[in-house]
C-alpha cells in the first residue's frame, strides 16, 4: 500500500546541540522550536516484497551511500516495531533547499515515520512517533507537531522519556519567520558530527547543558506570556551559545559567513529602533528573523535587496504533520 505524508520544518528558539546517548541519539539539553508553515517535506513510502533492498528516492535523486544508510537504518527500526521484513519504495521531496541549515532532516524523519509507521499497518500515538522520529534526528520529534513545541530531555536509559510535545497550537501566537538565505552550498559539517565534536572537545560543554534547563523555562514563560521581547531575547541568548559552544571545540567550528554577522546585527539594531524581531542560526549560515504578523512586511522591506542575501523565504506557523488522502 502507498501512504503519502506530510511535514513541515521546525526551528529552534532553544537550541539542541549535544547528545547524552549517541548510538540512541538522546539529545543532552531539551529544545523549543515552532513549525513553520510553508517549508515542507512530503514523502510516499511503498511497501513491496520483490524488492530486496529500500529503494529511496529524495528531491528526484538517488542519495548518497550515507544517507541511504541512515534512512535504511531507520526504516528497518520500523519494520522491527511492525515484525515485518519487505523492503520499501520511498520518494520524498522538500520544498525548500536541504542541508543549507534549515532542518530538512526534521521534516525529512517526521513525514517518514509517519508514511512508513503506516505502510507497515502500525498507528502509532504522536510520543510514539516523536520517539521514532527522534531515532532518525533528533529535531525530527518535534515536527510531529504544529505550532510551540518543547522537546523533553530525558533521564531513562532506553530514552522512552526523550520526546516532543505541543506547547501551544499554531493559533495560538500570530509570529512569523523570514529566513534570510545567504548560501544554499551544502554545509561542511553536519549538525551530528558538529555536536558530537563540541560535546567531546569544548571545554564548556557541561556548562552549556547545567544551563540548559532555566533557557528552557524561560521560553516557555515568555511563550505562554506571548512577551516577544522576553522571547527575543532568550531566543537569541540560546543561539548565541550554541554557536560559542560549537566555536570553543577543537577545533573550533564555524557555521556562519560575513552576511551571517551583518543580518545579526541589523536585527539588533532594528529592535533598538523599536521594531520586534529577533534573530537564530542553526548548523549553516542563514539567518532566521522572527517577528509579528503586523510587522512582517516592514521587516521584510529591512532586508530586500540586502547584497548578503541570495534568497527570502516567508513562513508563518505551521500545522501537525498529516497523512495526506487524495483528497489533500
Ligand atoms: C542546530 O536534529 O539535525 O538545528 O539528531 O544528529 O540529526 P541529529 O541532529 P539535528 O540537529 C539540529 C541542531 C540545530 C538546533 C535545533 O534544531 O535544535
Not at 34 to 54: A, M
Not at 103 to 131: C, H, N, R, V
Not at 186 to 194: L, P, Q, Y
Request: some cysteine; aromatic content about 8%; proline content about 3%.
Amino acid at each position: 500500500m502507498e501512504i503519502k505524508a506530510k511535514a513541515n520544518a521546525n526551528i529552534a528558539l532553544v537550541k539542541y546541540w549535544g547528545k547524552r546517548d549517541e548510538k540512541l541519539n538522546l539529545p543532552a539539553v531539551g529544545s523549543i522550536s515552532v513549525t513553520l508553515d510553508q517549508l515542507t517535506t512530503i514523502t510516499t513510502v511503498e511497501t513491496d516484497e520483490s524488492l530486496t533492498e529500500d529503494e529511496i528516492i529524495i528531491n528526484g535523486k538517488t542519495p548518497t551511500d550515507k544517507e541511504i544508510l541512515r534512512i535504511s537504518s531507520f526504516l528497518g527500526k520500523i519494520r522491527s516495531m511492525a515484525h515485518r521484513d519487505e523492503k520499501v519504495r520511498v520518494s520524498s521531496r522538500n520544498n525548500f533547499p536541504t542541508g543549507a541549515g534549515l532542518a530538512s532532516s526534521a521534516s525529512g524523519f517526521a513525514a517518514l515515520a509517519l508514511a512508513g509507521t503506516k505502510a507497515y499497518g502500525l498507528d502509532p500515538d504522536p510520543q510514539e512517533l516523536s520517539i521514532l522520529a527522534r531515532k532518525g534526528s533528533g529535531s525530527a520529534a518535534r515536527s510531529f507537531f504544529g505550532g510551540f513545541v518543547e522537546m523533553i530531555r530525558g533521564y531513562s536509559e532506553d530514552g522512552i522519556d526523550d520526546f516532543a510535545m505541543q506547547i501551544a497550537d499554531e493559533n495560538y501566537w500570530d509570529l512569523k519567520a523570514l529566513i534570510l538565505i545567504t548560501s544554499e552550498e551544502k554545509k561542511k559539517v553536519s549538525s551530528t558530527t558538529g555536536m558530537i565534536h563540541t560535546s567531546f572537545t569544548s571545554p564548556y560543554f557541561q556548562a552549556w547543558v547545567d544551563s540548559s534547563d532555566e533557557d528552557i523555562q524561560e521560553a516557555k514563560f515568555a511563550i505562554y506570556e506571548k512577551d516577544f521581547e522576553k522571547l527575543a531575547e532568550i531566543s537569541e541568548l540560546s543561539c548565541l551559545k550554541m554557536h560559542a559552544l560549537a566555536l570553543s571545540a577543537k577545533p573550533g567550528l564555524i557555521y556562519w559567513n560575513g552576511s551571517t554577522i551583518d543580518l545579526i546585527n541589523e536585527v539588533r539594531r532594528g529592535r533598538a529602533n523599536g521594531i520586534p524581531m529577533f534573530f537564530t542560526v542553526d548548523a549553516g549560515p542563514q539567518v532566521k528573523v522572527f517577528t509579528t504578523a503586523a510587522y512582517v512586511e516592514k521587516v521584510k522591506g529591512l532586508f530586500e535587496g540586502h547584497p548578503g542575501i541570495t534568497k527570502i523565504l516567508t513562513a508563518g506557523i505551521g500545522p501537525d504533520a498529516k497523512i495526506l488522502r487524495d483528497e489533500d
